[in-house]
């Protein structure tokens, strides 16, 4: 059911109206039923931008001490620091804020099973797959889960959000690397800024199999980049069910997906300190801009913030070891390296961050050396020297001539998608 949907062609929704609709949602629960427990899954700080921190806020603002947990869905992420819980979850006491171990938290609901696996996937992959969430969704009595979370192009489910964020956001380790596996096997290019995909598909399935008696409601954003360099709320949608998504992945569509007429030969994007640390993570600057670029073109990453290279220990150090070197070589390496076999999650992203070799990235760290960048298959640039160059203090979204140059500057990738008219088509 769609208990609410606003969305706004100009500007954006502030937080009144924000605080307005989530009144009338909980008042809305309330009248159905009893609340006295509640559970909340928001993204964790690399998804910053979502408003998911605010609405966190503000439920907490309304239900109180109702809200006896805050899990953010880290997937495989790093837990967030205090610094960041507090930023990004203002007034929310920090002792409510429970951090996901996607290795020990989980608990397996069923499976979805190897025949499944090859409908869903072509034929392309050949094993079963997991659903796994937290166990405290399933085995703690809860009156209302709510799961907030921002819809945007994505590279692994063609849209974020929805089941994702439970099925991923809180699942373990052979839920996230299968799944993960899944979309890397069939194309992300032909995946990205689908409302539908594989690994959407999959995930509807086993959320509606095995999840389908747990007390969701999901709380769906769609935010776009202002011209600004800042961020606008264009939608908010709230519902129990698949409808929710489906409209705010048609807006997310609108908003989010930026068609080229011509590819640019160079694209420079700022990764931003707080919200990106490391490749993992920032990495979002080559998904997102891949089907722009054109052949032979630079993709120039500036990442003041960046200082590892996976969001866990497990990750970096299997980055560090095979790099970014393309589909057939980490297909290899799978086939005789036990350890990489056993994350196929790290695979899959050792996929997504590699050119093919069809254009080149220079990444330009805050805290990596020229040994670590060019250790996993990238160029090096020096921050100082490519900062002084493109000021970012000065650029516009989008192109820019720069000493006779001309270069196409994105501020945030995780706020889109951007591609060729010709390259990308909606399926």
């Known amino acids: 059911m769609l208990y609410y949907e606003e969305s706004t062609e100009k500007g954006s929704l502030d937080e009144a109206a924000i605080e307005s609709i989530l009144k009338n949602l909980i008042d809305k629960i309330s009248n159905e039923k009893l609340i006295k427990r509640v559970l909340i899954l928001p993204p964790d700080f690399t998804r910053f931008h979502s408003r998911a921190g605010l609405i966190t806020q503000l439920l907490y603002e309304i239900l109180q001490d109702k809200i006896k947990m805050i899990l953010p869905a880290l997937g495989t992420h790093y837990p967030m620091s205090v610094e960041q819980k507090t930023e990004m979850f203002k007034n929310v006491p ?5 951090d996901h171990n996607h290795k020990t938290d989980v608990i397996e609901l ?49 849209m974020a959000n929805y089941t994702k964020n439970t099925l991923v956001g809180t699942g373990g380790k052979e839920c996230i690397d299968k799944s993960h596996f899944l979309g890397a096997s069939c194309d ?57 998504y489906y409209k705010a992945a048609h807006l997310a569509q609108k908003t989010n997906i930026f068609l080229l007429d011509r590819c640019p030969s160079k694209i420079v994007v700022l990764l931003d300190s707080d919200e990106y640390k490391s490749t993992w993570v920032g990495n979002k600057s080559i998904y997102r801009t891949r089907l722009a670029l054109s052949d032979d073109a630079e993709l120039v990453i500036l990442a003041p913030g960046l200082h590892c290279f996976g969001e866990n220990q497990s990750a970096d150090k299997l980055i560090r070891r095979f790099g970014y070197k393309g589909t057939a070589y980490v297909a290899d390496c799978i086939k005789k390296d036990a350890e990489l076999a056993d994350n196929l999650g790290t695979a899959s992203h050792l996929i997504h961050g590699s050119s093919e070799g069809r254009f080149r990235i220079t990444y330009c760290p805050g805290d990596l050396s020229r040994e670590e960048i060019e250790g996993v298959g990238y160029n090096y640039g020096s921050l100082e020297e490519y900062s002084a ?3 970012v203090s000065t650029l516009n979204e989008g192109w820019n001539i720069i000493e006779g140059e001309e270069i196409f500057y994105i501020s945030n990738p995780g706020l889109g998608l951007w591609a060729s008219r010709k390259r990308f088509q909606l399926s």
């Open 94 to 98: 920090l002792g409510i804020i429970k």
């Open 110 to 158: 069923g499976r979805i099973s190897r025949e499944e696996m090859l409908e869903i996937s072509g034929g392309k992959v050949d094993y079963d797959w997991p659903v796994q969430v937290n166990r405290t969704l399933t085995e703690d009595d809860w009156d209302l889960i709510i799961s907030v979370g921002q819809v945007v192009p994505h590279e692994i489910a063609g």
């Open 188 to 244: 992300m290019e032909k995946i990205m800024g689908q409302i539908s995909s594989p690994v959407r598909e999959l995930l509807n399935r086993g959320s509606d199999r095995f999840l389908k008696d747990l007390p969701i409601v999901y709380i769906q954003t769609v935010v776009a980049p202002d011209e600004a360099g800042g961020t606008l709320l264009k939608g908010l949608f709230i519902g129990d069910d698949q409808e929710c």
């Open 389 to 391: 160059k493109y000021d």
